[in-house]
C-alpha cells in the first residue's frame, strides 16, 4: 500500500482589500484569494482546498456550502449570524475554499492552510491590509478629437484588492462615474473592440495615400493613430493593405490591433514613433476625481465620420447609408 503523507507546498501572496460600505461595514475574504499557485506531489492543483488557521470544514460535509467554528480542536456547525461577526467560517465546496469576514481596519497576520485530498496540510503566513470602507468618486468622459461622447467602452479599474479589476461601461454620452474605496493606487484604462468598419471607407485610403506621398499630411496626432492600422507604430503602406482587406470583406478585423484605442486626454501624442499614453493612474485615492477623460480614437477613420456608437449631447446624429464594392452598407460621407 503506498499511502500519501506529504503536505503540500503552499505558496500565498499578501492583499491589501477595504471594508465593503454595508451596515455594518465588513469584507468578506476567501483562502483561494491568498494562493499564488501551492502545489502537491499527488493532488493535483485544481484538487487542493484552502483555509484559514488550520481550520478544516467539517469533514462529512466538505461538498456541501456551510458555517462551521472550532471549539476544543474540532470543526463543529456555526451560525450565519456567526460567520457574519468574523467568529466562524463559511466553506463553499464549488471553490475549494474557506471564507472569513474582517470588521475593522487594520493589518492582520493570516495563516492560509492548503490541504490535499489526503488532508496532509501546510500553511504560509501573510499580511492582510484591511482599509476603511471610505470612498471617492472618479468620473470622466470617453469621446473623440471631435467632442462626440462614445457609448458601450469598457472602463476599467484595476488595483491590489482582490476584488478587482472592476469594469462598467459609459453611457449613451460617453461618461462614466463609480465610487472606490479610498487609499488604494488605481490603473485606469478604457477598451472598445467592436464593429471594425465602422468609419472606414476608400476615402479614409485616399486620405491616408496622400499622407504616404508627401502630398498631403494628415493634420492631426489623433488621426496619426487612426492611421496606423497594424499598430507598428508609423504609417505606411502595410496600414493601406489591412484596411484595403477590411473593406473589401477579406477579413472581418485588423490582425494587429484593436477596433479602438484610447489616449488620455491631455497627454502629448508622439508621432515618431506613433507612441501615446493609455492609462490614468491615480495615486492614494482620498478625494472626487472628476475629468479623469480619454479621447476615442476609431482605427482607419482619419476623416472623423465614425458612425453610429458614438452620440454628441445635445445633437442629433445624421444617419445616411453608403454602399461599397460588395454593397456592404459601412458609414455616411460628409
Known amino acids: ?23 455594518p461595514q465588513m469584507v468578506e475574504l476567501w483562502a483561494r484569494d491568498f494562493d499564488k499557485g501551492a502545489f502537491d506531489n499527488c493532488t ?14 467539517i469533514y462529512s460535509r466538505v461538498n456541501e456550502e456551510h458555517f462551521y467554528k ?30 472569513f469576514v474582517w470588521t475593522a481596519a487594520g493589518d492582520y497576520n493570516v495563516q492560509v492552510s492548503v490541504w490535499d485530498e489526503a488532508w496532509n496540510t501546510d500553511y504560509c503566513s501573510v499580511i492582510l491590509s484591511v482599509r476603511g470602507g471610505n470612498g471617492s468618486r472618479v468620473s470622466g468622459t470617453v469621446a473623440t478629437a471631435s467632442g462626440q461622447g462614445v457609448n458601450d467602452v469598457t472602463v476599467e479599474f484595476a488595483t491590489n484588492a482582490p476584488e478587482y479589476p472592476k469594469a462598467s461601461q459609459t453611457l449613451v454620452n460617453g461618461t462614466f462615474g463609480e465610487i472606490h474605496p479610498n487609499g ?8 472598445k473592440n467592436s464593429d471594425y468598419l465602422n468609419g ?8 491616408i495615400q496622400r499622407h504616404i506621398l508627401g502630398l498631403q499630411a494628415l493634420d492631426s496626432n489623433y488621426k496619426m493613430i487612426a492611421a496606423d492600422a497594424n499598430k507598428d507604430g508609423k504609417v505606411t503602406a ?16 485588423l490582425p494587429n490591433n ?37 479621447v476615442a480614437v476609431k ?20 444617419q445616411c447609408k453608403c454602399r461599397n464594392e460588395r454593397s456592404r452598407s459601412i458609414n455616411c460621407s460628409r
Not at 488604494?184 to 477598451?191: C, E, K, L, P, S
Not at 496600414?239 to 478585423?253: A, F, H, P, S
Request: glycine share 6%.
Open 70 to 99: 472550532v471549539v476544543g480542536g474540532v470543526s463543529v456547525n456555526a451560525t450565519a449570524a456567526e460567520y457574519a461577526q468574523g467568529k466562524a467560517y463559511r466553506w463553499l465546496p464549488t471553490s475549494r475554499s474557506a471564507g
Open 238 to 253: 502595410s496600414d493601406l493593405t489591412d484596411l484595403r482587406k477590411l473593406i473589401l470583406g477579406v477579413t472581418t478585423t
Open 299 to 318: 482605427i482607419g477613420d482619419v476623416n472623423g465620420n465614425v458612425s453610429p456608437s458614438v452620440h454628441s449631447p445635445g445633437s442629433k446624429q445624421k
Open 184 to 191: 488604494f493606487n488605481y490603473t485606469v484604462t478604457a477598451a
Open 44 to 57: 493535483p492543483q485544481s484538487k487542493l482546498y484552502f483555509t484559514f488557521d488550520g481550520a478544516a470544514p
Open 200 to 207: 472606414v471607407s476608400t476615402l479614409d485610403l485616399v486620405m
Open 258 to 294: 484593436t477596433s479602438w484605442r484610447f489616449a488620455v486626454a491631455g497627454t502629448p501624442v508622439q508621432t515618431s514613433p506613433i507612441a501615446f499614453t493609455e492609462a490614468i493612474s491615480i495615486t492614494n485615492l482620498s478625494s472626487e476625481m472628476a475629468d479623469q477623460n480619454f
Open 1 to 23: 500500500m503506498v499511502v500519501d503523507k506529504k503536505a503540500p507546498t503552499p505558496y500565498c501572496v499578501s492583499v491589501s482589500t477595504a471594508l465593503m460600505q454595508t451596515n
